[in-house]
């Protein structure tokens, strides 16, 4: 397994991120375990999580598993804050009111003293000051139970002002920008990698097969495959990513694969991981099969003759889908079908 620097700090992760976003749902904790368990003999050492994903069971599957093996220090440790836990008005958004309880769910959930990584889910509405954000993050850092702070699918414009303000005023600082990344939508590419590497923020990146489309599960009349997200709600925001001109540079990855003697799906992954910038880009298996799919990529690394084709089939800085929109900010629209 091969670790790299985490921004400006001095941790070390892995190349990998295991994200646990099906835990609970659909995949079933005995098999998460095996999961969790798996990717830490790897090498992997770094998880993500969120106290949104199927109502907390995503965390409370990780806190259960670290806590009976005893591996809770094996790992960087990340959650995230911002989406709706609760019907009440305030069980949401970046207010030092629900920061301050949301962390306080999590560390119970984890079952642990300290989140290493506390990432803001989405970005406030730019009415909420950000000196409220970062001083309740502040003070969750000084109280040593949360260690790092970043945010994730942030606009440039917000990445930028909160480290300044953290800057002028000492609070804590982000370390870390989490964008979707996939060949599909590269829209990161235009100001958010460029200000992370300037300002030493790393990048941990989601969703990077697209849904599958990059693994060519999708066929070329858009029909959803049975046990996808977007086939479990066909008008949601997962459905939305689905288009015809996604599926077809899907299926053209599926032909290029095959000369790498890889799978779509791998060869998909390791583009993202050794694009410049990116720490790791953010794995979400349903199954040990798909975690050992992904696994195998790690040792590789991307030529400059992989990085020109795929750059033919959507040239940098472009997007052929839409991979921004629960952002709630990119107006950018993608090519119709």
């Known amino acids: 397994m ?16 295991l994200g646990t976003a099906n835990f609970g749902n ?7 375990r095996q999961i969790l368990q798996a990717a830490l003999d790897a090498g992997i050492n770094i998880i ?9 069971e995503s965390e409370r599957i990780i806190g259960r598993f670290l806590k009976d093996t005893g591996q809770r220090d094996r790992v960087v440790l990340t959650t995230k804050v ?11 958004g970046l207010s030092r009111y629900h920061i301050l309880h949301g962390c306080e769910g999590s560390l119970r959930r984890l079952q642990t003293d300290r989140i290493d990584l506390y990432i803001t889910h989405r970005s406030a509405s ?5 000196d409220e954000t970062l001083s309740a993050l502040t003070d969750l850092q000084h109280q040593g139970k949360v260690l790092y702070i970043g945010c994730s699918t942030h606009p440039g414009w917000q990445i930028m002002e909160a480290i300044m303000v953290s800057e002028a005023k000492g609070y804590a600082r982000y370390v870390v ?12 590419e235009n100001e958010r990698v460029p200000l992370c590497q300037k300002y030493g923020l790393g990048m941990l990146t989601w969703s990077p097969i697209a849904m ?23 008008q949601g925001i997962y459905a939305e990513r689905i288009n015809r001109r996604g599926v077809e540079v899907g299926a053209e990855v599926v032909k290029m694969a095959q000369g790498y003697g890889l799978s779509a799906s791998q060869l998909s992954l390791l583009w993202v991981k050794d694009q410049p910038g990116v720490t790791a880009p953010i794995i979400g298996p349903r199954t040990v099969e798909q975690l050992a799919e992904s696994l195998q990529v790690a040792g590789m690394h991307a030529d400059d003759d992989l990085r020109k084709a795929f750059d033919e089939l959507n040239p940098p800085g472009m997007a052929v889908s839409d991979f921004h929109n ?10 119709p079908d």
Not at 177 to 188: I, K, M, Q, T
Request: aromatic residues 8%.
């Open 2 to 17: 091969e670790y790299r620097t985490l921004g400006r700090t001095g941790v070390q992760v892995s190349s990998l991120c």
């Open 126 to 130: 730019s009415s909420l000051p950000v």
């Open 212 to 234: 599958g489309m990059l693994a060519g599960r999708y066929p070329l009349d858009l029909t959803f495959p049975k046990g996808s997200r977007a086939a479990a709600n066909p």
């Open 48 to 56: 993500d999580t969120a106290d949104s994903y199927n109502g907390g």
């Open 26 to 32: 659909p995949t079933p904790e005995p098999e998460c």
């Open 82 to 92: 911002y989406y709706p836990v609760g019907d009440g008005p305030n069980d949401r």
């Open 177 to 188: 920008e989490s964008s979707p990344y996939n060949l599909l939508d590269r829209r990161v």
């Open 326 to 335: 629960t952002s709630g900010w990119m107006k950018a629209t993608v090519p």
